[in-house]
């Protein structure tokens, strides 16, 4: 069976884990702290702040800038469904918006038409790790003096060209970018989310918020020779990492450039393989754009079942999914009015499949697949 996705996970991650374990401080504390200076680092953001996951990460971005009832936010359908949750969580409600049918992205040309006085924010999705057009994004966002956040759910390692610099994907470009660590991600701390910044005041606003508007962190009373009693400065959340995970993070972290370097070689690999099939469309990189390769969608032409394609490869031990998802078909956004066009969405929805990728996926198994979607989609 070829699946979908793997993480890479090894001896060093159990290892750190157990370490983790038995220094006995397993919530939020010198690990979490860690793993979010390395973060930080790695992206190049000033600040990064650890929660539980980026469903609630996107909930803290939301909060942090005051944004909840009677407010929109600007968002793309297609896209996993938390991202319309964490608007609709906030008692706001999601405006969606249609992508750009090459990059599954956000189209910013599509965003003026959207805007309305009671309009609040952007949250711009890097879909399946493909960096959007961040450049058009914050000009719009800017002009319009609403702050543009980024779902990088699946973009960790992704980069992008601004102003002849290739940059990490949470450097970060718009005012806060949400980070994804769940298994179907690039790298993974079972469940666990991140929020880079440049903006110390939100920075501290998400510190707060995440464990329940404490103001002294546990570890900074722990570790005090003098009694400390805290207060409660806002009514918060418990969005915490743990330790454990914030351990696994880290070696996930060391990882992950080569992570990455796999997955091109994969996805190249693929468009070399699948590149002259008829009736199949492959994916591909605007110029100033790199992808981690989160995923791999190829578009199959109309004369195609999309299901019975699936089910073809699954017979012969593939696993696929289809494209992602819209979340305005689902039923709890389905009535909503607070929606334009979403031709392309629907579209990708329908016509895309997303083939096997994952780091240690060997020449063969990428063979397995090329040769059982060429003998499909030959059988018409
Ligand atoms: C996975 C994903 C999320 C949700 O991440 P969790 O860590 O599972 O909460 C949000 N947005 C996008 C685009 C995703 O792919």
Redesign the pocket.
């Known amino acids: 069976m070829i699946p979908i996705a793997m993480p890479v996970l090894a001896e060093e991650e159990a290892d750190a884990a157990r370490a983790a374990v038995l220094s006995g401080w397993v919530s939020q504390g010198p690990q979490v702290a860690a793993f979010e200076r390395e973060f930080a680092a790695f992206v190049g953001a000033p600040f990064a702040c650890a929660v539980s996951?980026?469903?609630?990460a996107?909930q803290l971005a939301l909060t942090a800038l005051d944004i909840g009832p009677g407010d929109e936010v600007i968002t793309a359908s297609h896209?996993?469904i938390?991202?319309a949750n964490s608007i609709r969580n906030q008692g706001a409600v999601p405006v969606f918006v249609d992508v750009d049918p090459e990059t599954y992205n956000i189209d910013p040309g599509r965003l003026a038409d959207a805007m309305t006085p009671r309009t609040r924010a952007i949250i711009a999705?890097h879909?399946m790790g493909m960096p959007c057009d961040l450049e058009a994004l914050t000009m719009l966002a800017d002009r319009h003096g609403i702050p543009l956040i980024e779902?990088a759910?699946?973009a960790a390692g992704s980069e992008i060209l601004i102003k002849e610099n290739w940059e990490r994907i949470g450097r970060p470009h718009g005012r806060i970018a949400c980070f994804?660590?769940?298994p179907?991600?690039v790298i993974t701390t079972g469940?666990?989310?991140m929020l880079t910044t440049a903006d110390a005041g939100l920075d501290r606003k998400f510190k707060l918020l995440r464990q329940h508007g404490m103001s002294v962190p546990d570890t900074v009373r722990h570790g005090s020779a003098q009694v400390i009693f805290e207060e409660y400065l806002v009514s918060g959340y418990n969005y915490r990492m743990t330790d454990m995970q914030a351990a696994i993070g880290r070696k996930q972290l060391e990882r992950l450039p080569d992570l990455v370097a796999r997955r091109r070689a994969v996805a190249a690999r693929y468009t070399e393989l699948l590149g002259n099939l008829e009736g199949l469309r492959l994916p591909a990189e605007p110029e100033w754009a790199r992808s981690n390769w989160q995923s791999y969608c190829v578009r199959l032409a109309n004369r195609f079942d999309q299901r019975s394609v699936m089910q073809s490869l699954l017979d012969k031990g593939i696993a696929t999914r289809r494209g992602i998802m819209c979340s305005h078909r689902e039923p709890p956004y389905a009535k909503a009015e607070q929606r334009h066009d979403l031709r392309h969405s629907e579209l990708a929805q329908d016509r895309s499949i997303l083939l096997p990728i994952y780091a240690q996926m060997s020449e063969t198994e990428q063979l397995r697949v090329a040769e059982c979607l060429r003998a499909e989609l030959a059988r018409g």
């Open positions: 996951n980026c469903t609630t996107l896209s996993f938390a991202t999705v879909q779902d759910a699946c994804s660590f769940h179907r991600k469940e666990g989310g």
